[in-house]
């Protein structure tokens, strides 16, 4: 069964911290901790957030400290054979 193929559900609303939230039925439940909202009439859409590249020196430098503090900013040295000469005949 596809995305698509998921019959319509009813969901329950709750109120959490004076927010109004929905309980979601294992079938529709997203991926990750973010979706973006919006209406279309009287419908409330729900799309998945998806991760933005970093755009500035400070997101790229934030990134690496992330990825160093996970262990996995030092690679290994890799060996390189030496250029080779080649005669292309121009």
């Known amino acids: ?5 998921v019959q319509p559900a009813r969901a329950k609303l709750f109120t959490h911290g ?3 939230a929905v309980r979601l039925p294992k ?4 991926e990750g901790t973010e979706v ?6 009287d419908a409330v859409i729900l799309e998945p957030v998806v991760a ?3 755009r500035t020196q400070a ?3 934030a990134m690496w400290a992330r990825i160093d503090a996970r262990g996995g ?3 290994p040295d890799r ?3 030496s250029e080779q000469e080649r005669d292309f005949g121009w």
């Open 27 to 30: 079938a529709f439940r997203f």
């Open 73 to 75: 900013g030092d690679f």
């Open 36 to 41: 973006s909202v919006r209406r279309e009439g």
């Open 18 to 20: 004076g927010s109004q």
């Open 59 to 61: 997101d790229l430098d």
């Open 79 to 81: 060996e390189q054979p």
């Open 52 to 54: 933005k590249p970093p």
């Open 1 to 5: 069964m596809t995305k698509l193929d």
